[in-house]
């Protein structure tokens, strides 16, 4: 069977290593052929992203453009409509009926899982494989945890083996930074520099983005 893909979903306001490392280091660590990035359009359950979709894919894009194996889908972008994970899985699954497809997100996306559009049906489309996230620890709810105890698995080989159903929480080291944090210090005038790579907070720079008040 051919190796499994990684689709790492996000806002991505603005991308940075938070995101970019876990991404780097699950494929290395469980053999994907690749990680797609996946910016969304219209982010469910959050509010509108400060920054328009076309800026924060063209972060992404600049964010790759060096990462051998990283690789962008702006998929998302193409429909007019709220970005919900199982249009997108579905839409991934039909493409590429049988290859192992690993669904890539932080704990803090595993513990509100329950409250993602159609959650029970993510896991017929593709495994979840989960970075730990300072702040958060795998406390779940009833739901998540209901969830977890019928998917959950130590064993890697099966994420290779099946082309999805499986949850699995990867040790990847801990990086406590977030897009929150990097708009609020550039709105500060602080440097962010190291929590982003060089020529996406050029970009930044260059658009004048995240000057106005934090969203
Ligand atoms: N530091 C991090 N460590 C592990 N996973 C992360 C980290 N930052 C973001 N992620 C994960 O990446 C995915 C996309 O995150 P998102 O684009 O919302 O970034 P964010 O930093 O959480 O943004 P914001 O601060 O605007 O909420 C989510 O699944 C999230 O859990
Ligand atoms: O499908 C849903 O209902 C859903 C709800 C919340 C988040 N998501 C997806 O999860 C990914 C991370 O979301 P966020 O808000 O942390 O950037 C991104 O791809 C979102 O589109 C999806």
């Known amino acids: 069977m051919s190796k499994p893909i990684g689709l790492l979903g996000g806002t991505f ?4 290593i938070g995101h970019l490392r876990p991404a780097i280091s699950t494929m290395e660590r469980l053999g994907l052929g690749e990680v797609r990035l996946l910016p969304n359009y219209i982010p469910p359950h959050r509010a ?13 894009r600049l964010a790759v453009a060096q990462t051998p194996g990283l690789t962008v889908d702006d998929r998302e972008l193409r429909r007019n409509r709220p970005s919900y994970t199982i249009d997108t899985l579905t839409e991934l699954r039909r493409e590429l009926p049988h290859r192992p497809l690993c669904f890539l997100m932080g704990m803090d996306s595993l ?3 329950n409250r993602w559009h159609r959650w029970r049906e993510l896991l017929d489309h593709a495994h979840l494989v989960v970075s730990y996230r300072p702040g958060w620890t795998a406390d779940f709810n009833d739901d998540v945890a209901g969830l977890y105890r019928a998917h959950g698995t130590r064993d890697r080989e099966l994420l ?7 949850i699995y929480l990867i040790d990847n080291p801990q990086l406590e930074v977030s897009s929150t944090q990097i708009r609020q210090c550039i709105k500060a005038g602080n440097n962010p520099q190291y929590l982003l790579p060089d020529p996406v907070t050029a970009y930044i720079r260059e658009k004048g983005l995240y000057q106005g008040p934090v969203l």
């Open 160 to 166: 290779h083996r099946r082309p999805g159903g499986c």
């Open 111 to 113: 513990c509100s899982l």
């Open 13 to 16: 306001d603005p991308i940075h």
């Open 48 to 60: 509108t992203p400060d920054s328009a979709p076309e800026h924060r894919l063209a972060m992404v």
